[in-house]
């Protein structure tokens, strides 16, 4: 994957930098309650301000559909920017127009400022050629540094990169190299692991992967229709048993293509979801009652899991194993997560896990740190796994 970064910018000084950063952080009472987003925006804020570069920084929040929505405004983040870099945040009451353009023509070379969110103009998400054009006008080279927003072609992520020098920013540049050492140009073997609760919203997933991986683990509810459609009993387990003709279509296309699937050859099921609930292991095929509940791999499938990671050198993660949210169905996760850090901490796994719920599940297990990568993209970084392009970074590419 070749794209241009900020080490193909030529002299920075001098220039205005505008920075299409992903600022849509979590907010209480007009207050950020989780900074992540804003930290990860520093080496990029930072380096073009050690170079002598204005930045303007864009973002998006929430979803005001093209209209000015008071408590949907950027300002707020203002105060925890300032305190994150150490030093002044400027802001603009709109990201076009005079007063951005007066506001970025007095900053000190090295000064920010944050403009108001881009979606307060319906020309943002509609990428209007018009809109991305006004937008141009306050700066001379483009820099993206959100990849959680490149999957989708408005005028800030898009449009702009079309009209002006545009290059990838340091999270960006991490994002990708990452993903590019997961699936673009991976150490052999390569094992997937996907779980979540429907085979219906990871289709596309599912046959990408199968012919790009040399073994991949389902889990979750998905595990359940897949178990379904090869007549395992799964007593009333989640599971989508019209999807059961598709599954067995993944399966066939995956052996055809030298795939190995791997699903429980054992389950902890209960009678209900709930911490502390009473829970067994049975194996896969056992008969279940109405009443009993697939909620998580069993220890037999954990270990034959942890043995495929031993024997290969790329893992790629998205969705957990189990109800992990409630122990003691976290079991599989848990461990299997702790397994995968070990091999990444020693040198001998390149592990990138990424998407909402795989995020909280290593979290959970202590060992979001220890693997080689962890993307908090979401929609992004499930569409780049789907095989898809996307907009925002392929108008970086060389």
């Not at 389950?267 to 896969?284: I, N, S, Y």
Request: aromatic share 4%; hydrophobic share 45%; glycine share 10%.
């Amino acid at each position: 994957m070749t794209f241009r970064t900020l080490d193909d910018a030529p002299d920075l000084a001098g220039k205005t930098a505008l920075v299409r950063v992903d600022f849509n952080v979590p907010m209480e009472d007009g207050k950020v309650t989780e900074d992540t987003r804003l930290r990860v925006a520093l080496p990029t804020i930072n380096r073009l301000r050690d170079a002598g570069a204005k930045v303007a920084l864009l973002a998006h929040f929430d979803r005001p559909k093209g209209k000015i929505v008071p408590s949907m405004s950027l300002q707020p983040v203002v105060d925890d920017l300032e305190h994150l870099l150490g030093a002044p945040v400027r802001f603009a009451t709109d990201c076009v127009g005079d007063e951005a353009r007066a506001m970025i023509a007095d900053l000190p070379l090295g000064g920010v400022v944050l403009l108001e969110n881009v979606r307060f103009h319906a020309g943002e998400e509609a990428n209007d050629p018009a809109f991305a054009r006004r937008l141009a006008e306050l700066g001379d080279i483009y820099v993206n540094d959100a990849f959680s927003a490149a999957h989708r072609a408005h005028a800030s992520t898009e449009g702009l990169a079309r009209l002006l020098p545009a290059y990838a920013g340091e999270s960006m540049r991490r994002e990708l190299d990452a993903l590019d050492a997961a699936l673009g140009k991976p150490q052999k073997p390569v094992i997937g692991i996907v779980g979540g609760a429907k085979v219906s919203t990871k289709l596309d997933l599912l046959k990408n992967l199968v012919g790009k991986l040399d073994r991949l683990a389902i889990g979750g509810g998905m595990a359940n229709t897949f178990l379904f459609a090869q007549g395992v009993d799964i007593g009333g387990s989640l599971a989508e048993k019209d999807m059961a003709d598709t599954a067995r279509d993944i399966l066939a296309e995956a052996a055809a293509k030298g795939c190995e699937i791997l699903l429980p050859v054992d389950l902890v099921v209960a009678t209900e979801v709930k911490p502390g609930a009473a829970a067994r292991a049975v194996k896969a095929g056992d008969a279940l009652s109405a009443e009993d509940k697939i909620l998580d791999a069993g220890p037999a499938s954990v270990a034959r899991l942890t043995a495929a990671i031993d024997a290969s050198k790329t893992l790629i993660w998205n969705g957990p194993l189990g109800v992990f949210e409630v122990p003691p169905f976290d079991a599989a996760t848990v461990a299997v997560a702790r397994h995968v850090a070990d091999r990444a901490k020693s040198g001998n796994l390149v592990a990138v896990g990424g998407g909402g719920d795989t995020v909280a599940a290593l979290h959970h297990a202590g060992v979001a740190d220890d693997m080689t990568f962890v993307s908090t993209a979401g929609g992004a970084f499930l569409e780049w796994m789907e095989g898809k392009p996307l907009p925002g970074v392929e108008a970086l590419r060389v």
